[in-house]
Each structure stands twice: as structure tokens, then as C-alpha cells.
């Protein structure tokens, strides 16, 4: 492939080259679009949303779930030199309205189930021009309104390298979310940066997580475009396991989560490693990478048993996804492996991670003090995260700089990594957010897994009962403390969690205790959740509900 210096070059290279191959797809196949029909959609949609005035530079917003119309609209931006970015669909509208205002959107693209949402914030939002909703007539009238003589590939050939491709916001744990901003450059040197990962061949990946996460963007958005790779798109991200038979996909990026939720479906089923593989769907998966989160050790060497090379990587938004990265055949599980092709990668003197090269954000949108303060002279990012490099250059991350415990003895220890540990003992366990710092000892705030936790009680004759009901329930929290106990077991004696507590609530994404991308908003859940901290340490028993 010859060097290309935009996505918009990539993708009329790659939608010529595949032209008769499936680009988008529904489940069933009942939708789906080849990447000729791709670029002619791209084509029409890009000349109707400049004849809205959409010009180089420009933002436009959409909140959609994961579905075709999603990657034509935002493809038809990029080519004329505009920024799509994404907003998460569990936005409130508070974050509606700072995200848009923030960017500076002319236009929203959305689907009926948030028009409300993005209705109600509109008259605070005074940049917004257009609201297009999917499915509806006005929607199918921007592929038809462009003018005829509109010049589409002079319009894409205008775009440049340092143009932006996108803004991902962060979804940080204090304070308004920063807008990261994206080059098409960032991107083609995170292209770059997969080599030795994953090859230049189409195959066929899901796109289920939000597009607003830098992760999906790239996974099945930009590497899709490249690749060539069929898409299939699950509206609903909690129903992706069950995608995976159909689509027998060919690439696969998931959180530590959904990992641990195909570990625990599988383990006890009869079958050798083909059968098994099958099962899931992973049979012909080339390529399985996790990543966002801290991986279990014992979840990587399961897979790793069937068969299944599950790679642990390691990046943010401000690097375009992905820095470091095992590589076939060459894993060390524990680690995030070597930095991509590409990547500098050098440990500051308290530990801290710097990262430098081309997948290096341009900036923080609107804020040229934090860009600085996240940006040295010499064009090193510091990441916020720990680590440790062994002697071959394998990462390992010890945890994000401002969250490690130290509790009275002095002994540093990463929350992440307990946490990581806990949460692989058992599937009943969905998050536990670890508190000792400045403690004698640790414990652990517990919520359920509200599938897990229907299947337990179905099997525990608890038929019925919701997961509020069921964290009260002996039998619930006798497991959660079996599987304490079997955390404890492969934790030093600092990091043990001594006594839990099992709440009776759900935590969602974007919550008070999650952030959009189910990171735990640490501080947040220590406020909230003060009196129940204190009264662990007051007690004298190990477990409670």
C-alpha cells in the first residue's frame, strides 16, 4: 500500500480497491452496503451537508447508537475537511450542552431516542443550526439536496494532514471533559503503529462500543477503512457476545469485562479448544486484543489455552488509541507489551509514562494551558499512568498516577490491579472499588453483575428476586466472600482486601460512580459512599451486605 496523508485518501483507495465487498452490515445481513455503495452514500451526503454550509473546519455532532448511517455521516464529513465527533448516548444534558458548546457544533445528527435530550438543550447551544434526525425525511433529503456541481474530489484533495479528524472528549473523574483533538496525521501514524499487530487484509469486525470511545473509532471506524473490513453493527453493546457466532469475526477488541464474561460462559462446558472457540464465535478471530482497563493474568493464560492469543495493549485518546502493544507469538502476560512502530516510550523519575510520535494529540480543544501541561517542549506527553519497564521494553502499568494507595505502613499499591484481581474471582462480581489509603488495611465496595446475578439465582433457587434483592441474600454474599477469599489468596498481605460490603444498587455508565467508558470515578464514590466506608472499618467481622 503506498503512503496515503488522509483518511479521505484511505478510504476512496480502499472503496475502489473492495468495491463489491459487504462494507456495513446489520445483524442477519439484513442491511448491507458494499463499499462502492459506501463512496457513492459518502458522495451525496458529503454534497448535502455543504450546501448546509458544512465547510473545513466545522464540527458536527452525533449521538447514535452503533448503526450504518453512523460511519456514512461521519465519512462524508472528514471528506470536506469538517470535524464528526461523538457525543455518548448516556450523556446528561448538562454534558450535551458543554460538549456542543464546547466544539462548537453547527449541526447534531441523532436518532428519536435523544432527540429529546438534544432538544432540550438546543436554545442554550447557540452554534447549533441543523438537528437531523435518522429515519426521517429531513435526514434522506441532505443525500438529495447537494448541488450538482458540487466538486467532491476537489473538496476531499483539499484536506491536509494536520486537519482534524475528530475530537474524542475524555471522560475524566473531576472537572469538564477535555476535547482531544485528532489529526488525520494522528491517525495514520496509529496506522502505522498496528504493524506487526494486525495486517493490511479485510476481514470482518462488530462495532459495539460507543464511537465517542477512541477505541471503537479506530477499531471498526478508521482501521475499517483502511483494512477493508466488513462491519456489522450491534446497536445495543451488551449484546455483543451473542453477535460473535454470526459474525465470526476476524478482529476483536473488547474491555477486560467482556473477556471475563466469555471466560465464565465457557468454563465447565464439555468440549476441547476448536469446540469451544466455536462456541463463542472466536474461531476464526486472527486478531484478539483487550485493552481500557487492567486485564486479569489468569483471564489472558484461559483464552490463551484454547487458543485464543488475547493480546493486552495499552493507550489513551491523547495518543490516538494505542502505544504499546504485545505482539503474536511474543506476549508477556502481566505486561502491555513493547511500544508500537513508531512510539518513544521512556518512565519520567517518579514512574510516570511519557509517551512521543506522530499519534501524539495536536492539543486539548479550547485550552491551550492544559495542552502545555499535558505537552513538554520536547513533545513528550505525560500520560498520567505508572509504570515499569523490564529489561526488553515491556510495560507494565502500575496504575494512574493520582490513584495509587498508600496506606499508614507505607506500602504503595494500585487499586487498579486489586480491583482487576477481585473482579476475575468471580462472575457475580460486575466493579469493586478498593478504599485504604491512608488505612490500616483495604476494603472493597461490591456491585453485582446483573446477568451473573440472574443466572445465581436461578440456580439458587432465588427465582424473581432483583439484584437490589439479591445482594441481601446470604447465599449471594457468601459467594462474593469465597471469591474475596480466592482474591486474597493471590494478593500480598498489604493489598488483601480485609471487608466488603455489597451494595444494593447498580452502577451505570456515566453515573455518579462510573464514568461513559466504566472507569471508576474514584473520589466520587469515596463521597458518596462515606458512611458505608466508615462503618467497614468500624466492624470487626470480615463481610457484610
Known amino acids: 500500500m503506498r503512503a496515503t496523508t488522509t483518511v479521505c485518501e484511505l478510504f476512496q483507495l480502499t472503496a475502489a480497491r473492495h468495491a463489491e465487498r459487504v462494507a456495513l452490515r446489520t445483524r442477519g445481513g439484513e442491511l448491507e452496503i458494499t463499499w462502492q455503495e459506501y463512496g457513492q452514500r459518502v458522495r451525496a451526503l458529503a454534497a448535502g451537508l455543504a450546501s448546509l454550509g458544512l465547510a473545513r473546519g466545522d464540527t458536527l455532532a452525533l449521538m447514535l447508537v452503533s448503526r450504518p448511517e453512523f460511519h456514512l455521516v461521519d465519512t462524508a464529513v472528514l471528506h470536506l475537511g469538517a470535524v464528526p465527533f461523538s457525543l455518548y448516548n448516556s450523556s446528561s444534558a448538562e454534558q450535551i450542552e458543554y460538549l456542543l458548546n464546547d466544539s462548537g457544533a453547527r449541526i447534531v445528527v441523532t436518532e428519536q431516542t435523544f432527540v429529546e435530550l438534544i432538544e432540550r438543550v438546543r436554545a442554550d447551544c447557540p452554534a447549533i443550526e441543523h438537528v437531523f434526525v435518522v429515519g426521517t425525511p429531513s435526514f434522506m433529503d441532505i443525500q438529495l439536496r447537494g448541488d450538482p456541481s458540487f466538486d467532491f474530489d476537489a473538496r476531499w484533495r483539499e484536506v491536509q494532514p494536520d486537519d482534524l479528524l475528530t475530537l474524542i472528549y475524555t471522560s475524566g473523574t473531576t472537572g469538564p471533559p477535555k476535547g482531544?483533538?485528532?489529526?488525520?496525521?494522528?491517525?495514520?501514524?496509529?496506522?502505522?503503529?498496528?504493524?506487526?499487530?494486525?495486517e493490511f487484509a479485510p476481514g470482518r469486525v462488530v462495532s459495539y462500543f460507543p464511537m465517542a470511545h477512541i477505541a471503537e473509532r479506530v477499531v471498526s471506524h478508521y482501521n475499517a477503512i483502511a483494512y477493508g473490513h466488513t462491519v456489522t453493527c450491534c446497536p445495543d453493546p451488551r449484546q455483543v457476545i451473542a453477535y460473535l457466532p454470526e459474525v465470526r469475526p476476524t478482529f476483536f477488541f473488547a474491555v477486560p469485562r467482556i473477556w471475563e464474561k466469555l471466560k465464565a460462559a465457557l468454563e465447565g462446558r464439555p468440549g476441547d479448544a476448536a469446540e469451544l472457540r466455536e462456541l463463542i464465535g472466536l474461531d476464526r478471530a486472527e486478531h484478539a486484543l483487550v485493552g481500557a482497563a487492567p486485564s486479569s493474568v489468569e483471564v489472558l493464560e484461559f483464552f490463551h489455552s484454547l487458543g485464543i492469543e488475547v493480546l493486552e495493549v495499552w493507550g489513551l485518546s491523547e495518543v490516538t488509541g494505542l502505544a504499546t502493544a504485545n505482539r503474536p507469538g511474543r506476549a508477556k502476560l502481566g505486561t502491555v507489551g513493547q511500544a508500537a512502530t513508531g512510539v518513544e516510550l521512556r518512565l519520567a523519575d517518579d514512574g510516570e509514562v511519557l509517551v512521543r510520535g506522530g499519534i501524539v494529540m495536536a492539543g486539548y480543544r479550547n485550552a491551550p494551558e492544559k495542552t502545555a501541561e499535558a505537552i513538554d517542549s520536547d513533545g513528550w506527553f505525560r500520560t498520567g499512568d505508572v509504570g515499569t519497564l523490564d529489561d526488553d521494553g515491556y510495560l507494565r502499568i502500575v496504575d494512574r498516577k493520582k490513584e495509587i494507595i498508600i496506606n499508614v505502613a507505607g506500602e504503595n499499591m494500585s487499586p487498579a490491579n486489586i480491583e482487576a484481581r477481585i473482579k476475575s474471582s468471580s462472575p457475580l462480581i460486575g466493579q469493586a472499588c478498593v478504599i485504604g489509603d491512608r488505612r490500616p488495611y483495604n476494603v472493597a465496595l461490591i456491585v453485582l453483575e446483573a446477568d451473573a446475578a440472574a443466572a445465581f439465582a436461578q440456580r439458587s433457587g432465588l427465582e424473581g428476586r432483583s439484584v437490589v434483592a439479591l445482594a441481601h441474600e446470604r447465599a449471594v454474599i457468601d459467594e462474593i466472600a469465597a471469591a474475596v477469599e480466592r482474591a486474597n489468596v493471590r494478593l500480598s498481605r498489604?493489598?488483601?482486601?480485609k471487608k466488603f460490603l455489597v451494595l444494593d444498587v447498580e452502577w451505570e455508565p456515566a453515573g455518579d460512580e462510573l464514568?461513559?467508558?466504566?472507569?471508576?470515578?474514584r473520589r466520587p464514590i469515596e463521597r458518596k459512599?462515606?458512611?458505608?466506608?466508615e462503618a467497614l472499618y468500624m466492624q470487626s467481622n470480615t463481610s457484610t451486605s
Open 515 to 521: 464514568t461513559p467508558t466504566l472507569k471508576l470515578r
Open 180 to 198: 482531544v483533538q485528532i489529526t488525520h496525521a494522528n491517525y495514520l501514524a496509529e496506522l502505522r503503529a498496528f504493524d506487526g499487530i494486525a
Open 529 to 533: 459512599y462515606a458512611d458505608e466506608i
Open 494 to 497: 498489604p493489598e488483601q482486601i
